[in-house]
């Protein structure tokens, strides 16, 4: 997930499960060295929540 400040990166294995996540401050680390993800707890948090929105699968509305 991408946003001007930050690119997160989530990586999950064959059962779903969350093994890696990182975070890169943005414009400035242009090559994605350092991953501050560990210092930056609460942008982790937030961004991870958004990403799990944006790729949530829609549940399709009851229709008659």
């Given at each position: 997930l991408r946003t001007p400040d930050w690119l997160?990166?989530?990586r999950r294995d064959s059962s779903g499960q969350v093994i890696a996540e990182s975070l890169f401050r943005k414009?400035?680390?242009?090559c994605d060295?350092?991953?501050?993800?560990?210092?930056q707890t609460d942008v982790?948090?937030?961004l991870s929540a958004r990403?799990?929105?944006?790729v949530r699968p829609?549940?399709?509305q009851n229709q008659p």
């Open positions: 997160y990166r989530r414009p400035e680390d242009v060295v350092f991953d501050v993800a560990s210092m982790v948090e937030r990403l799990t929105e944006l829609s549940v399709p």
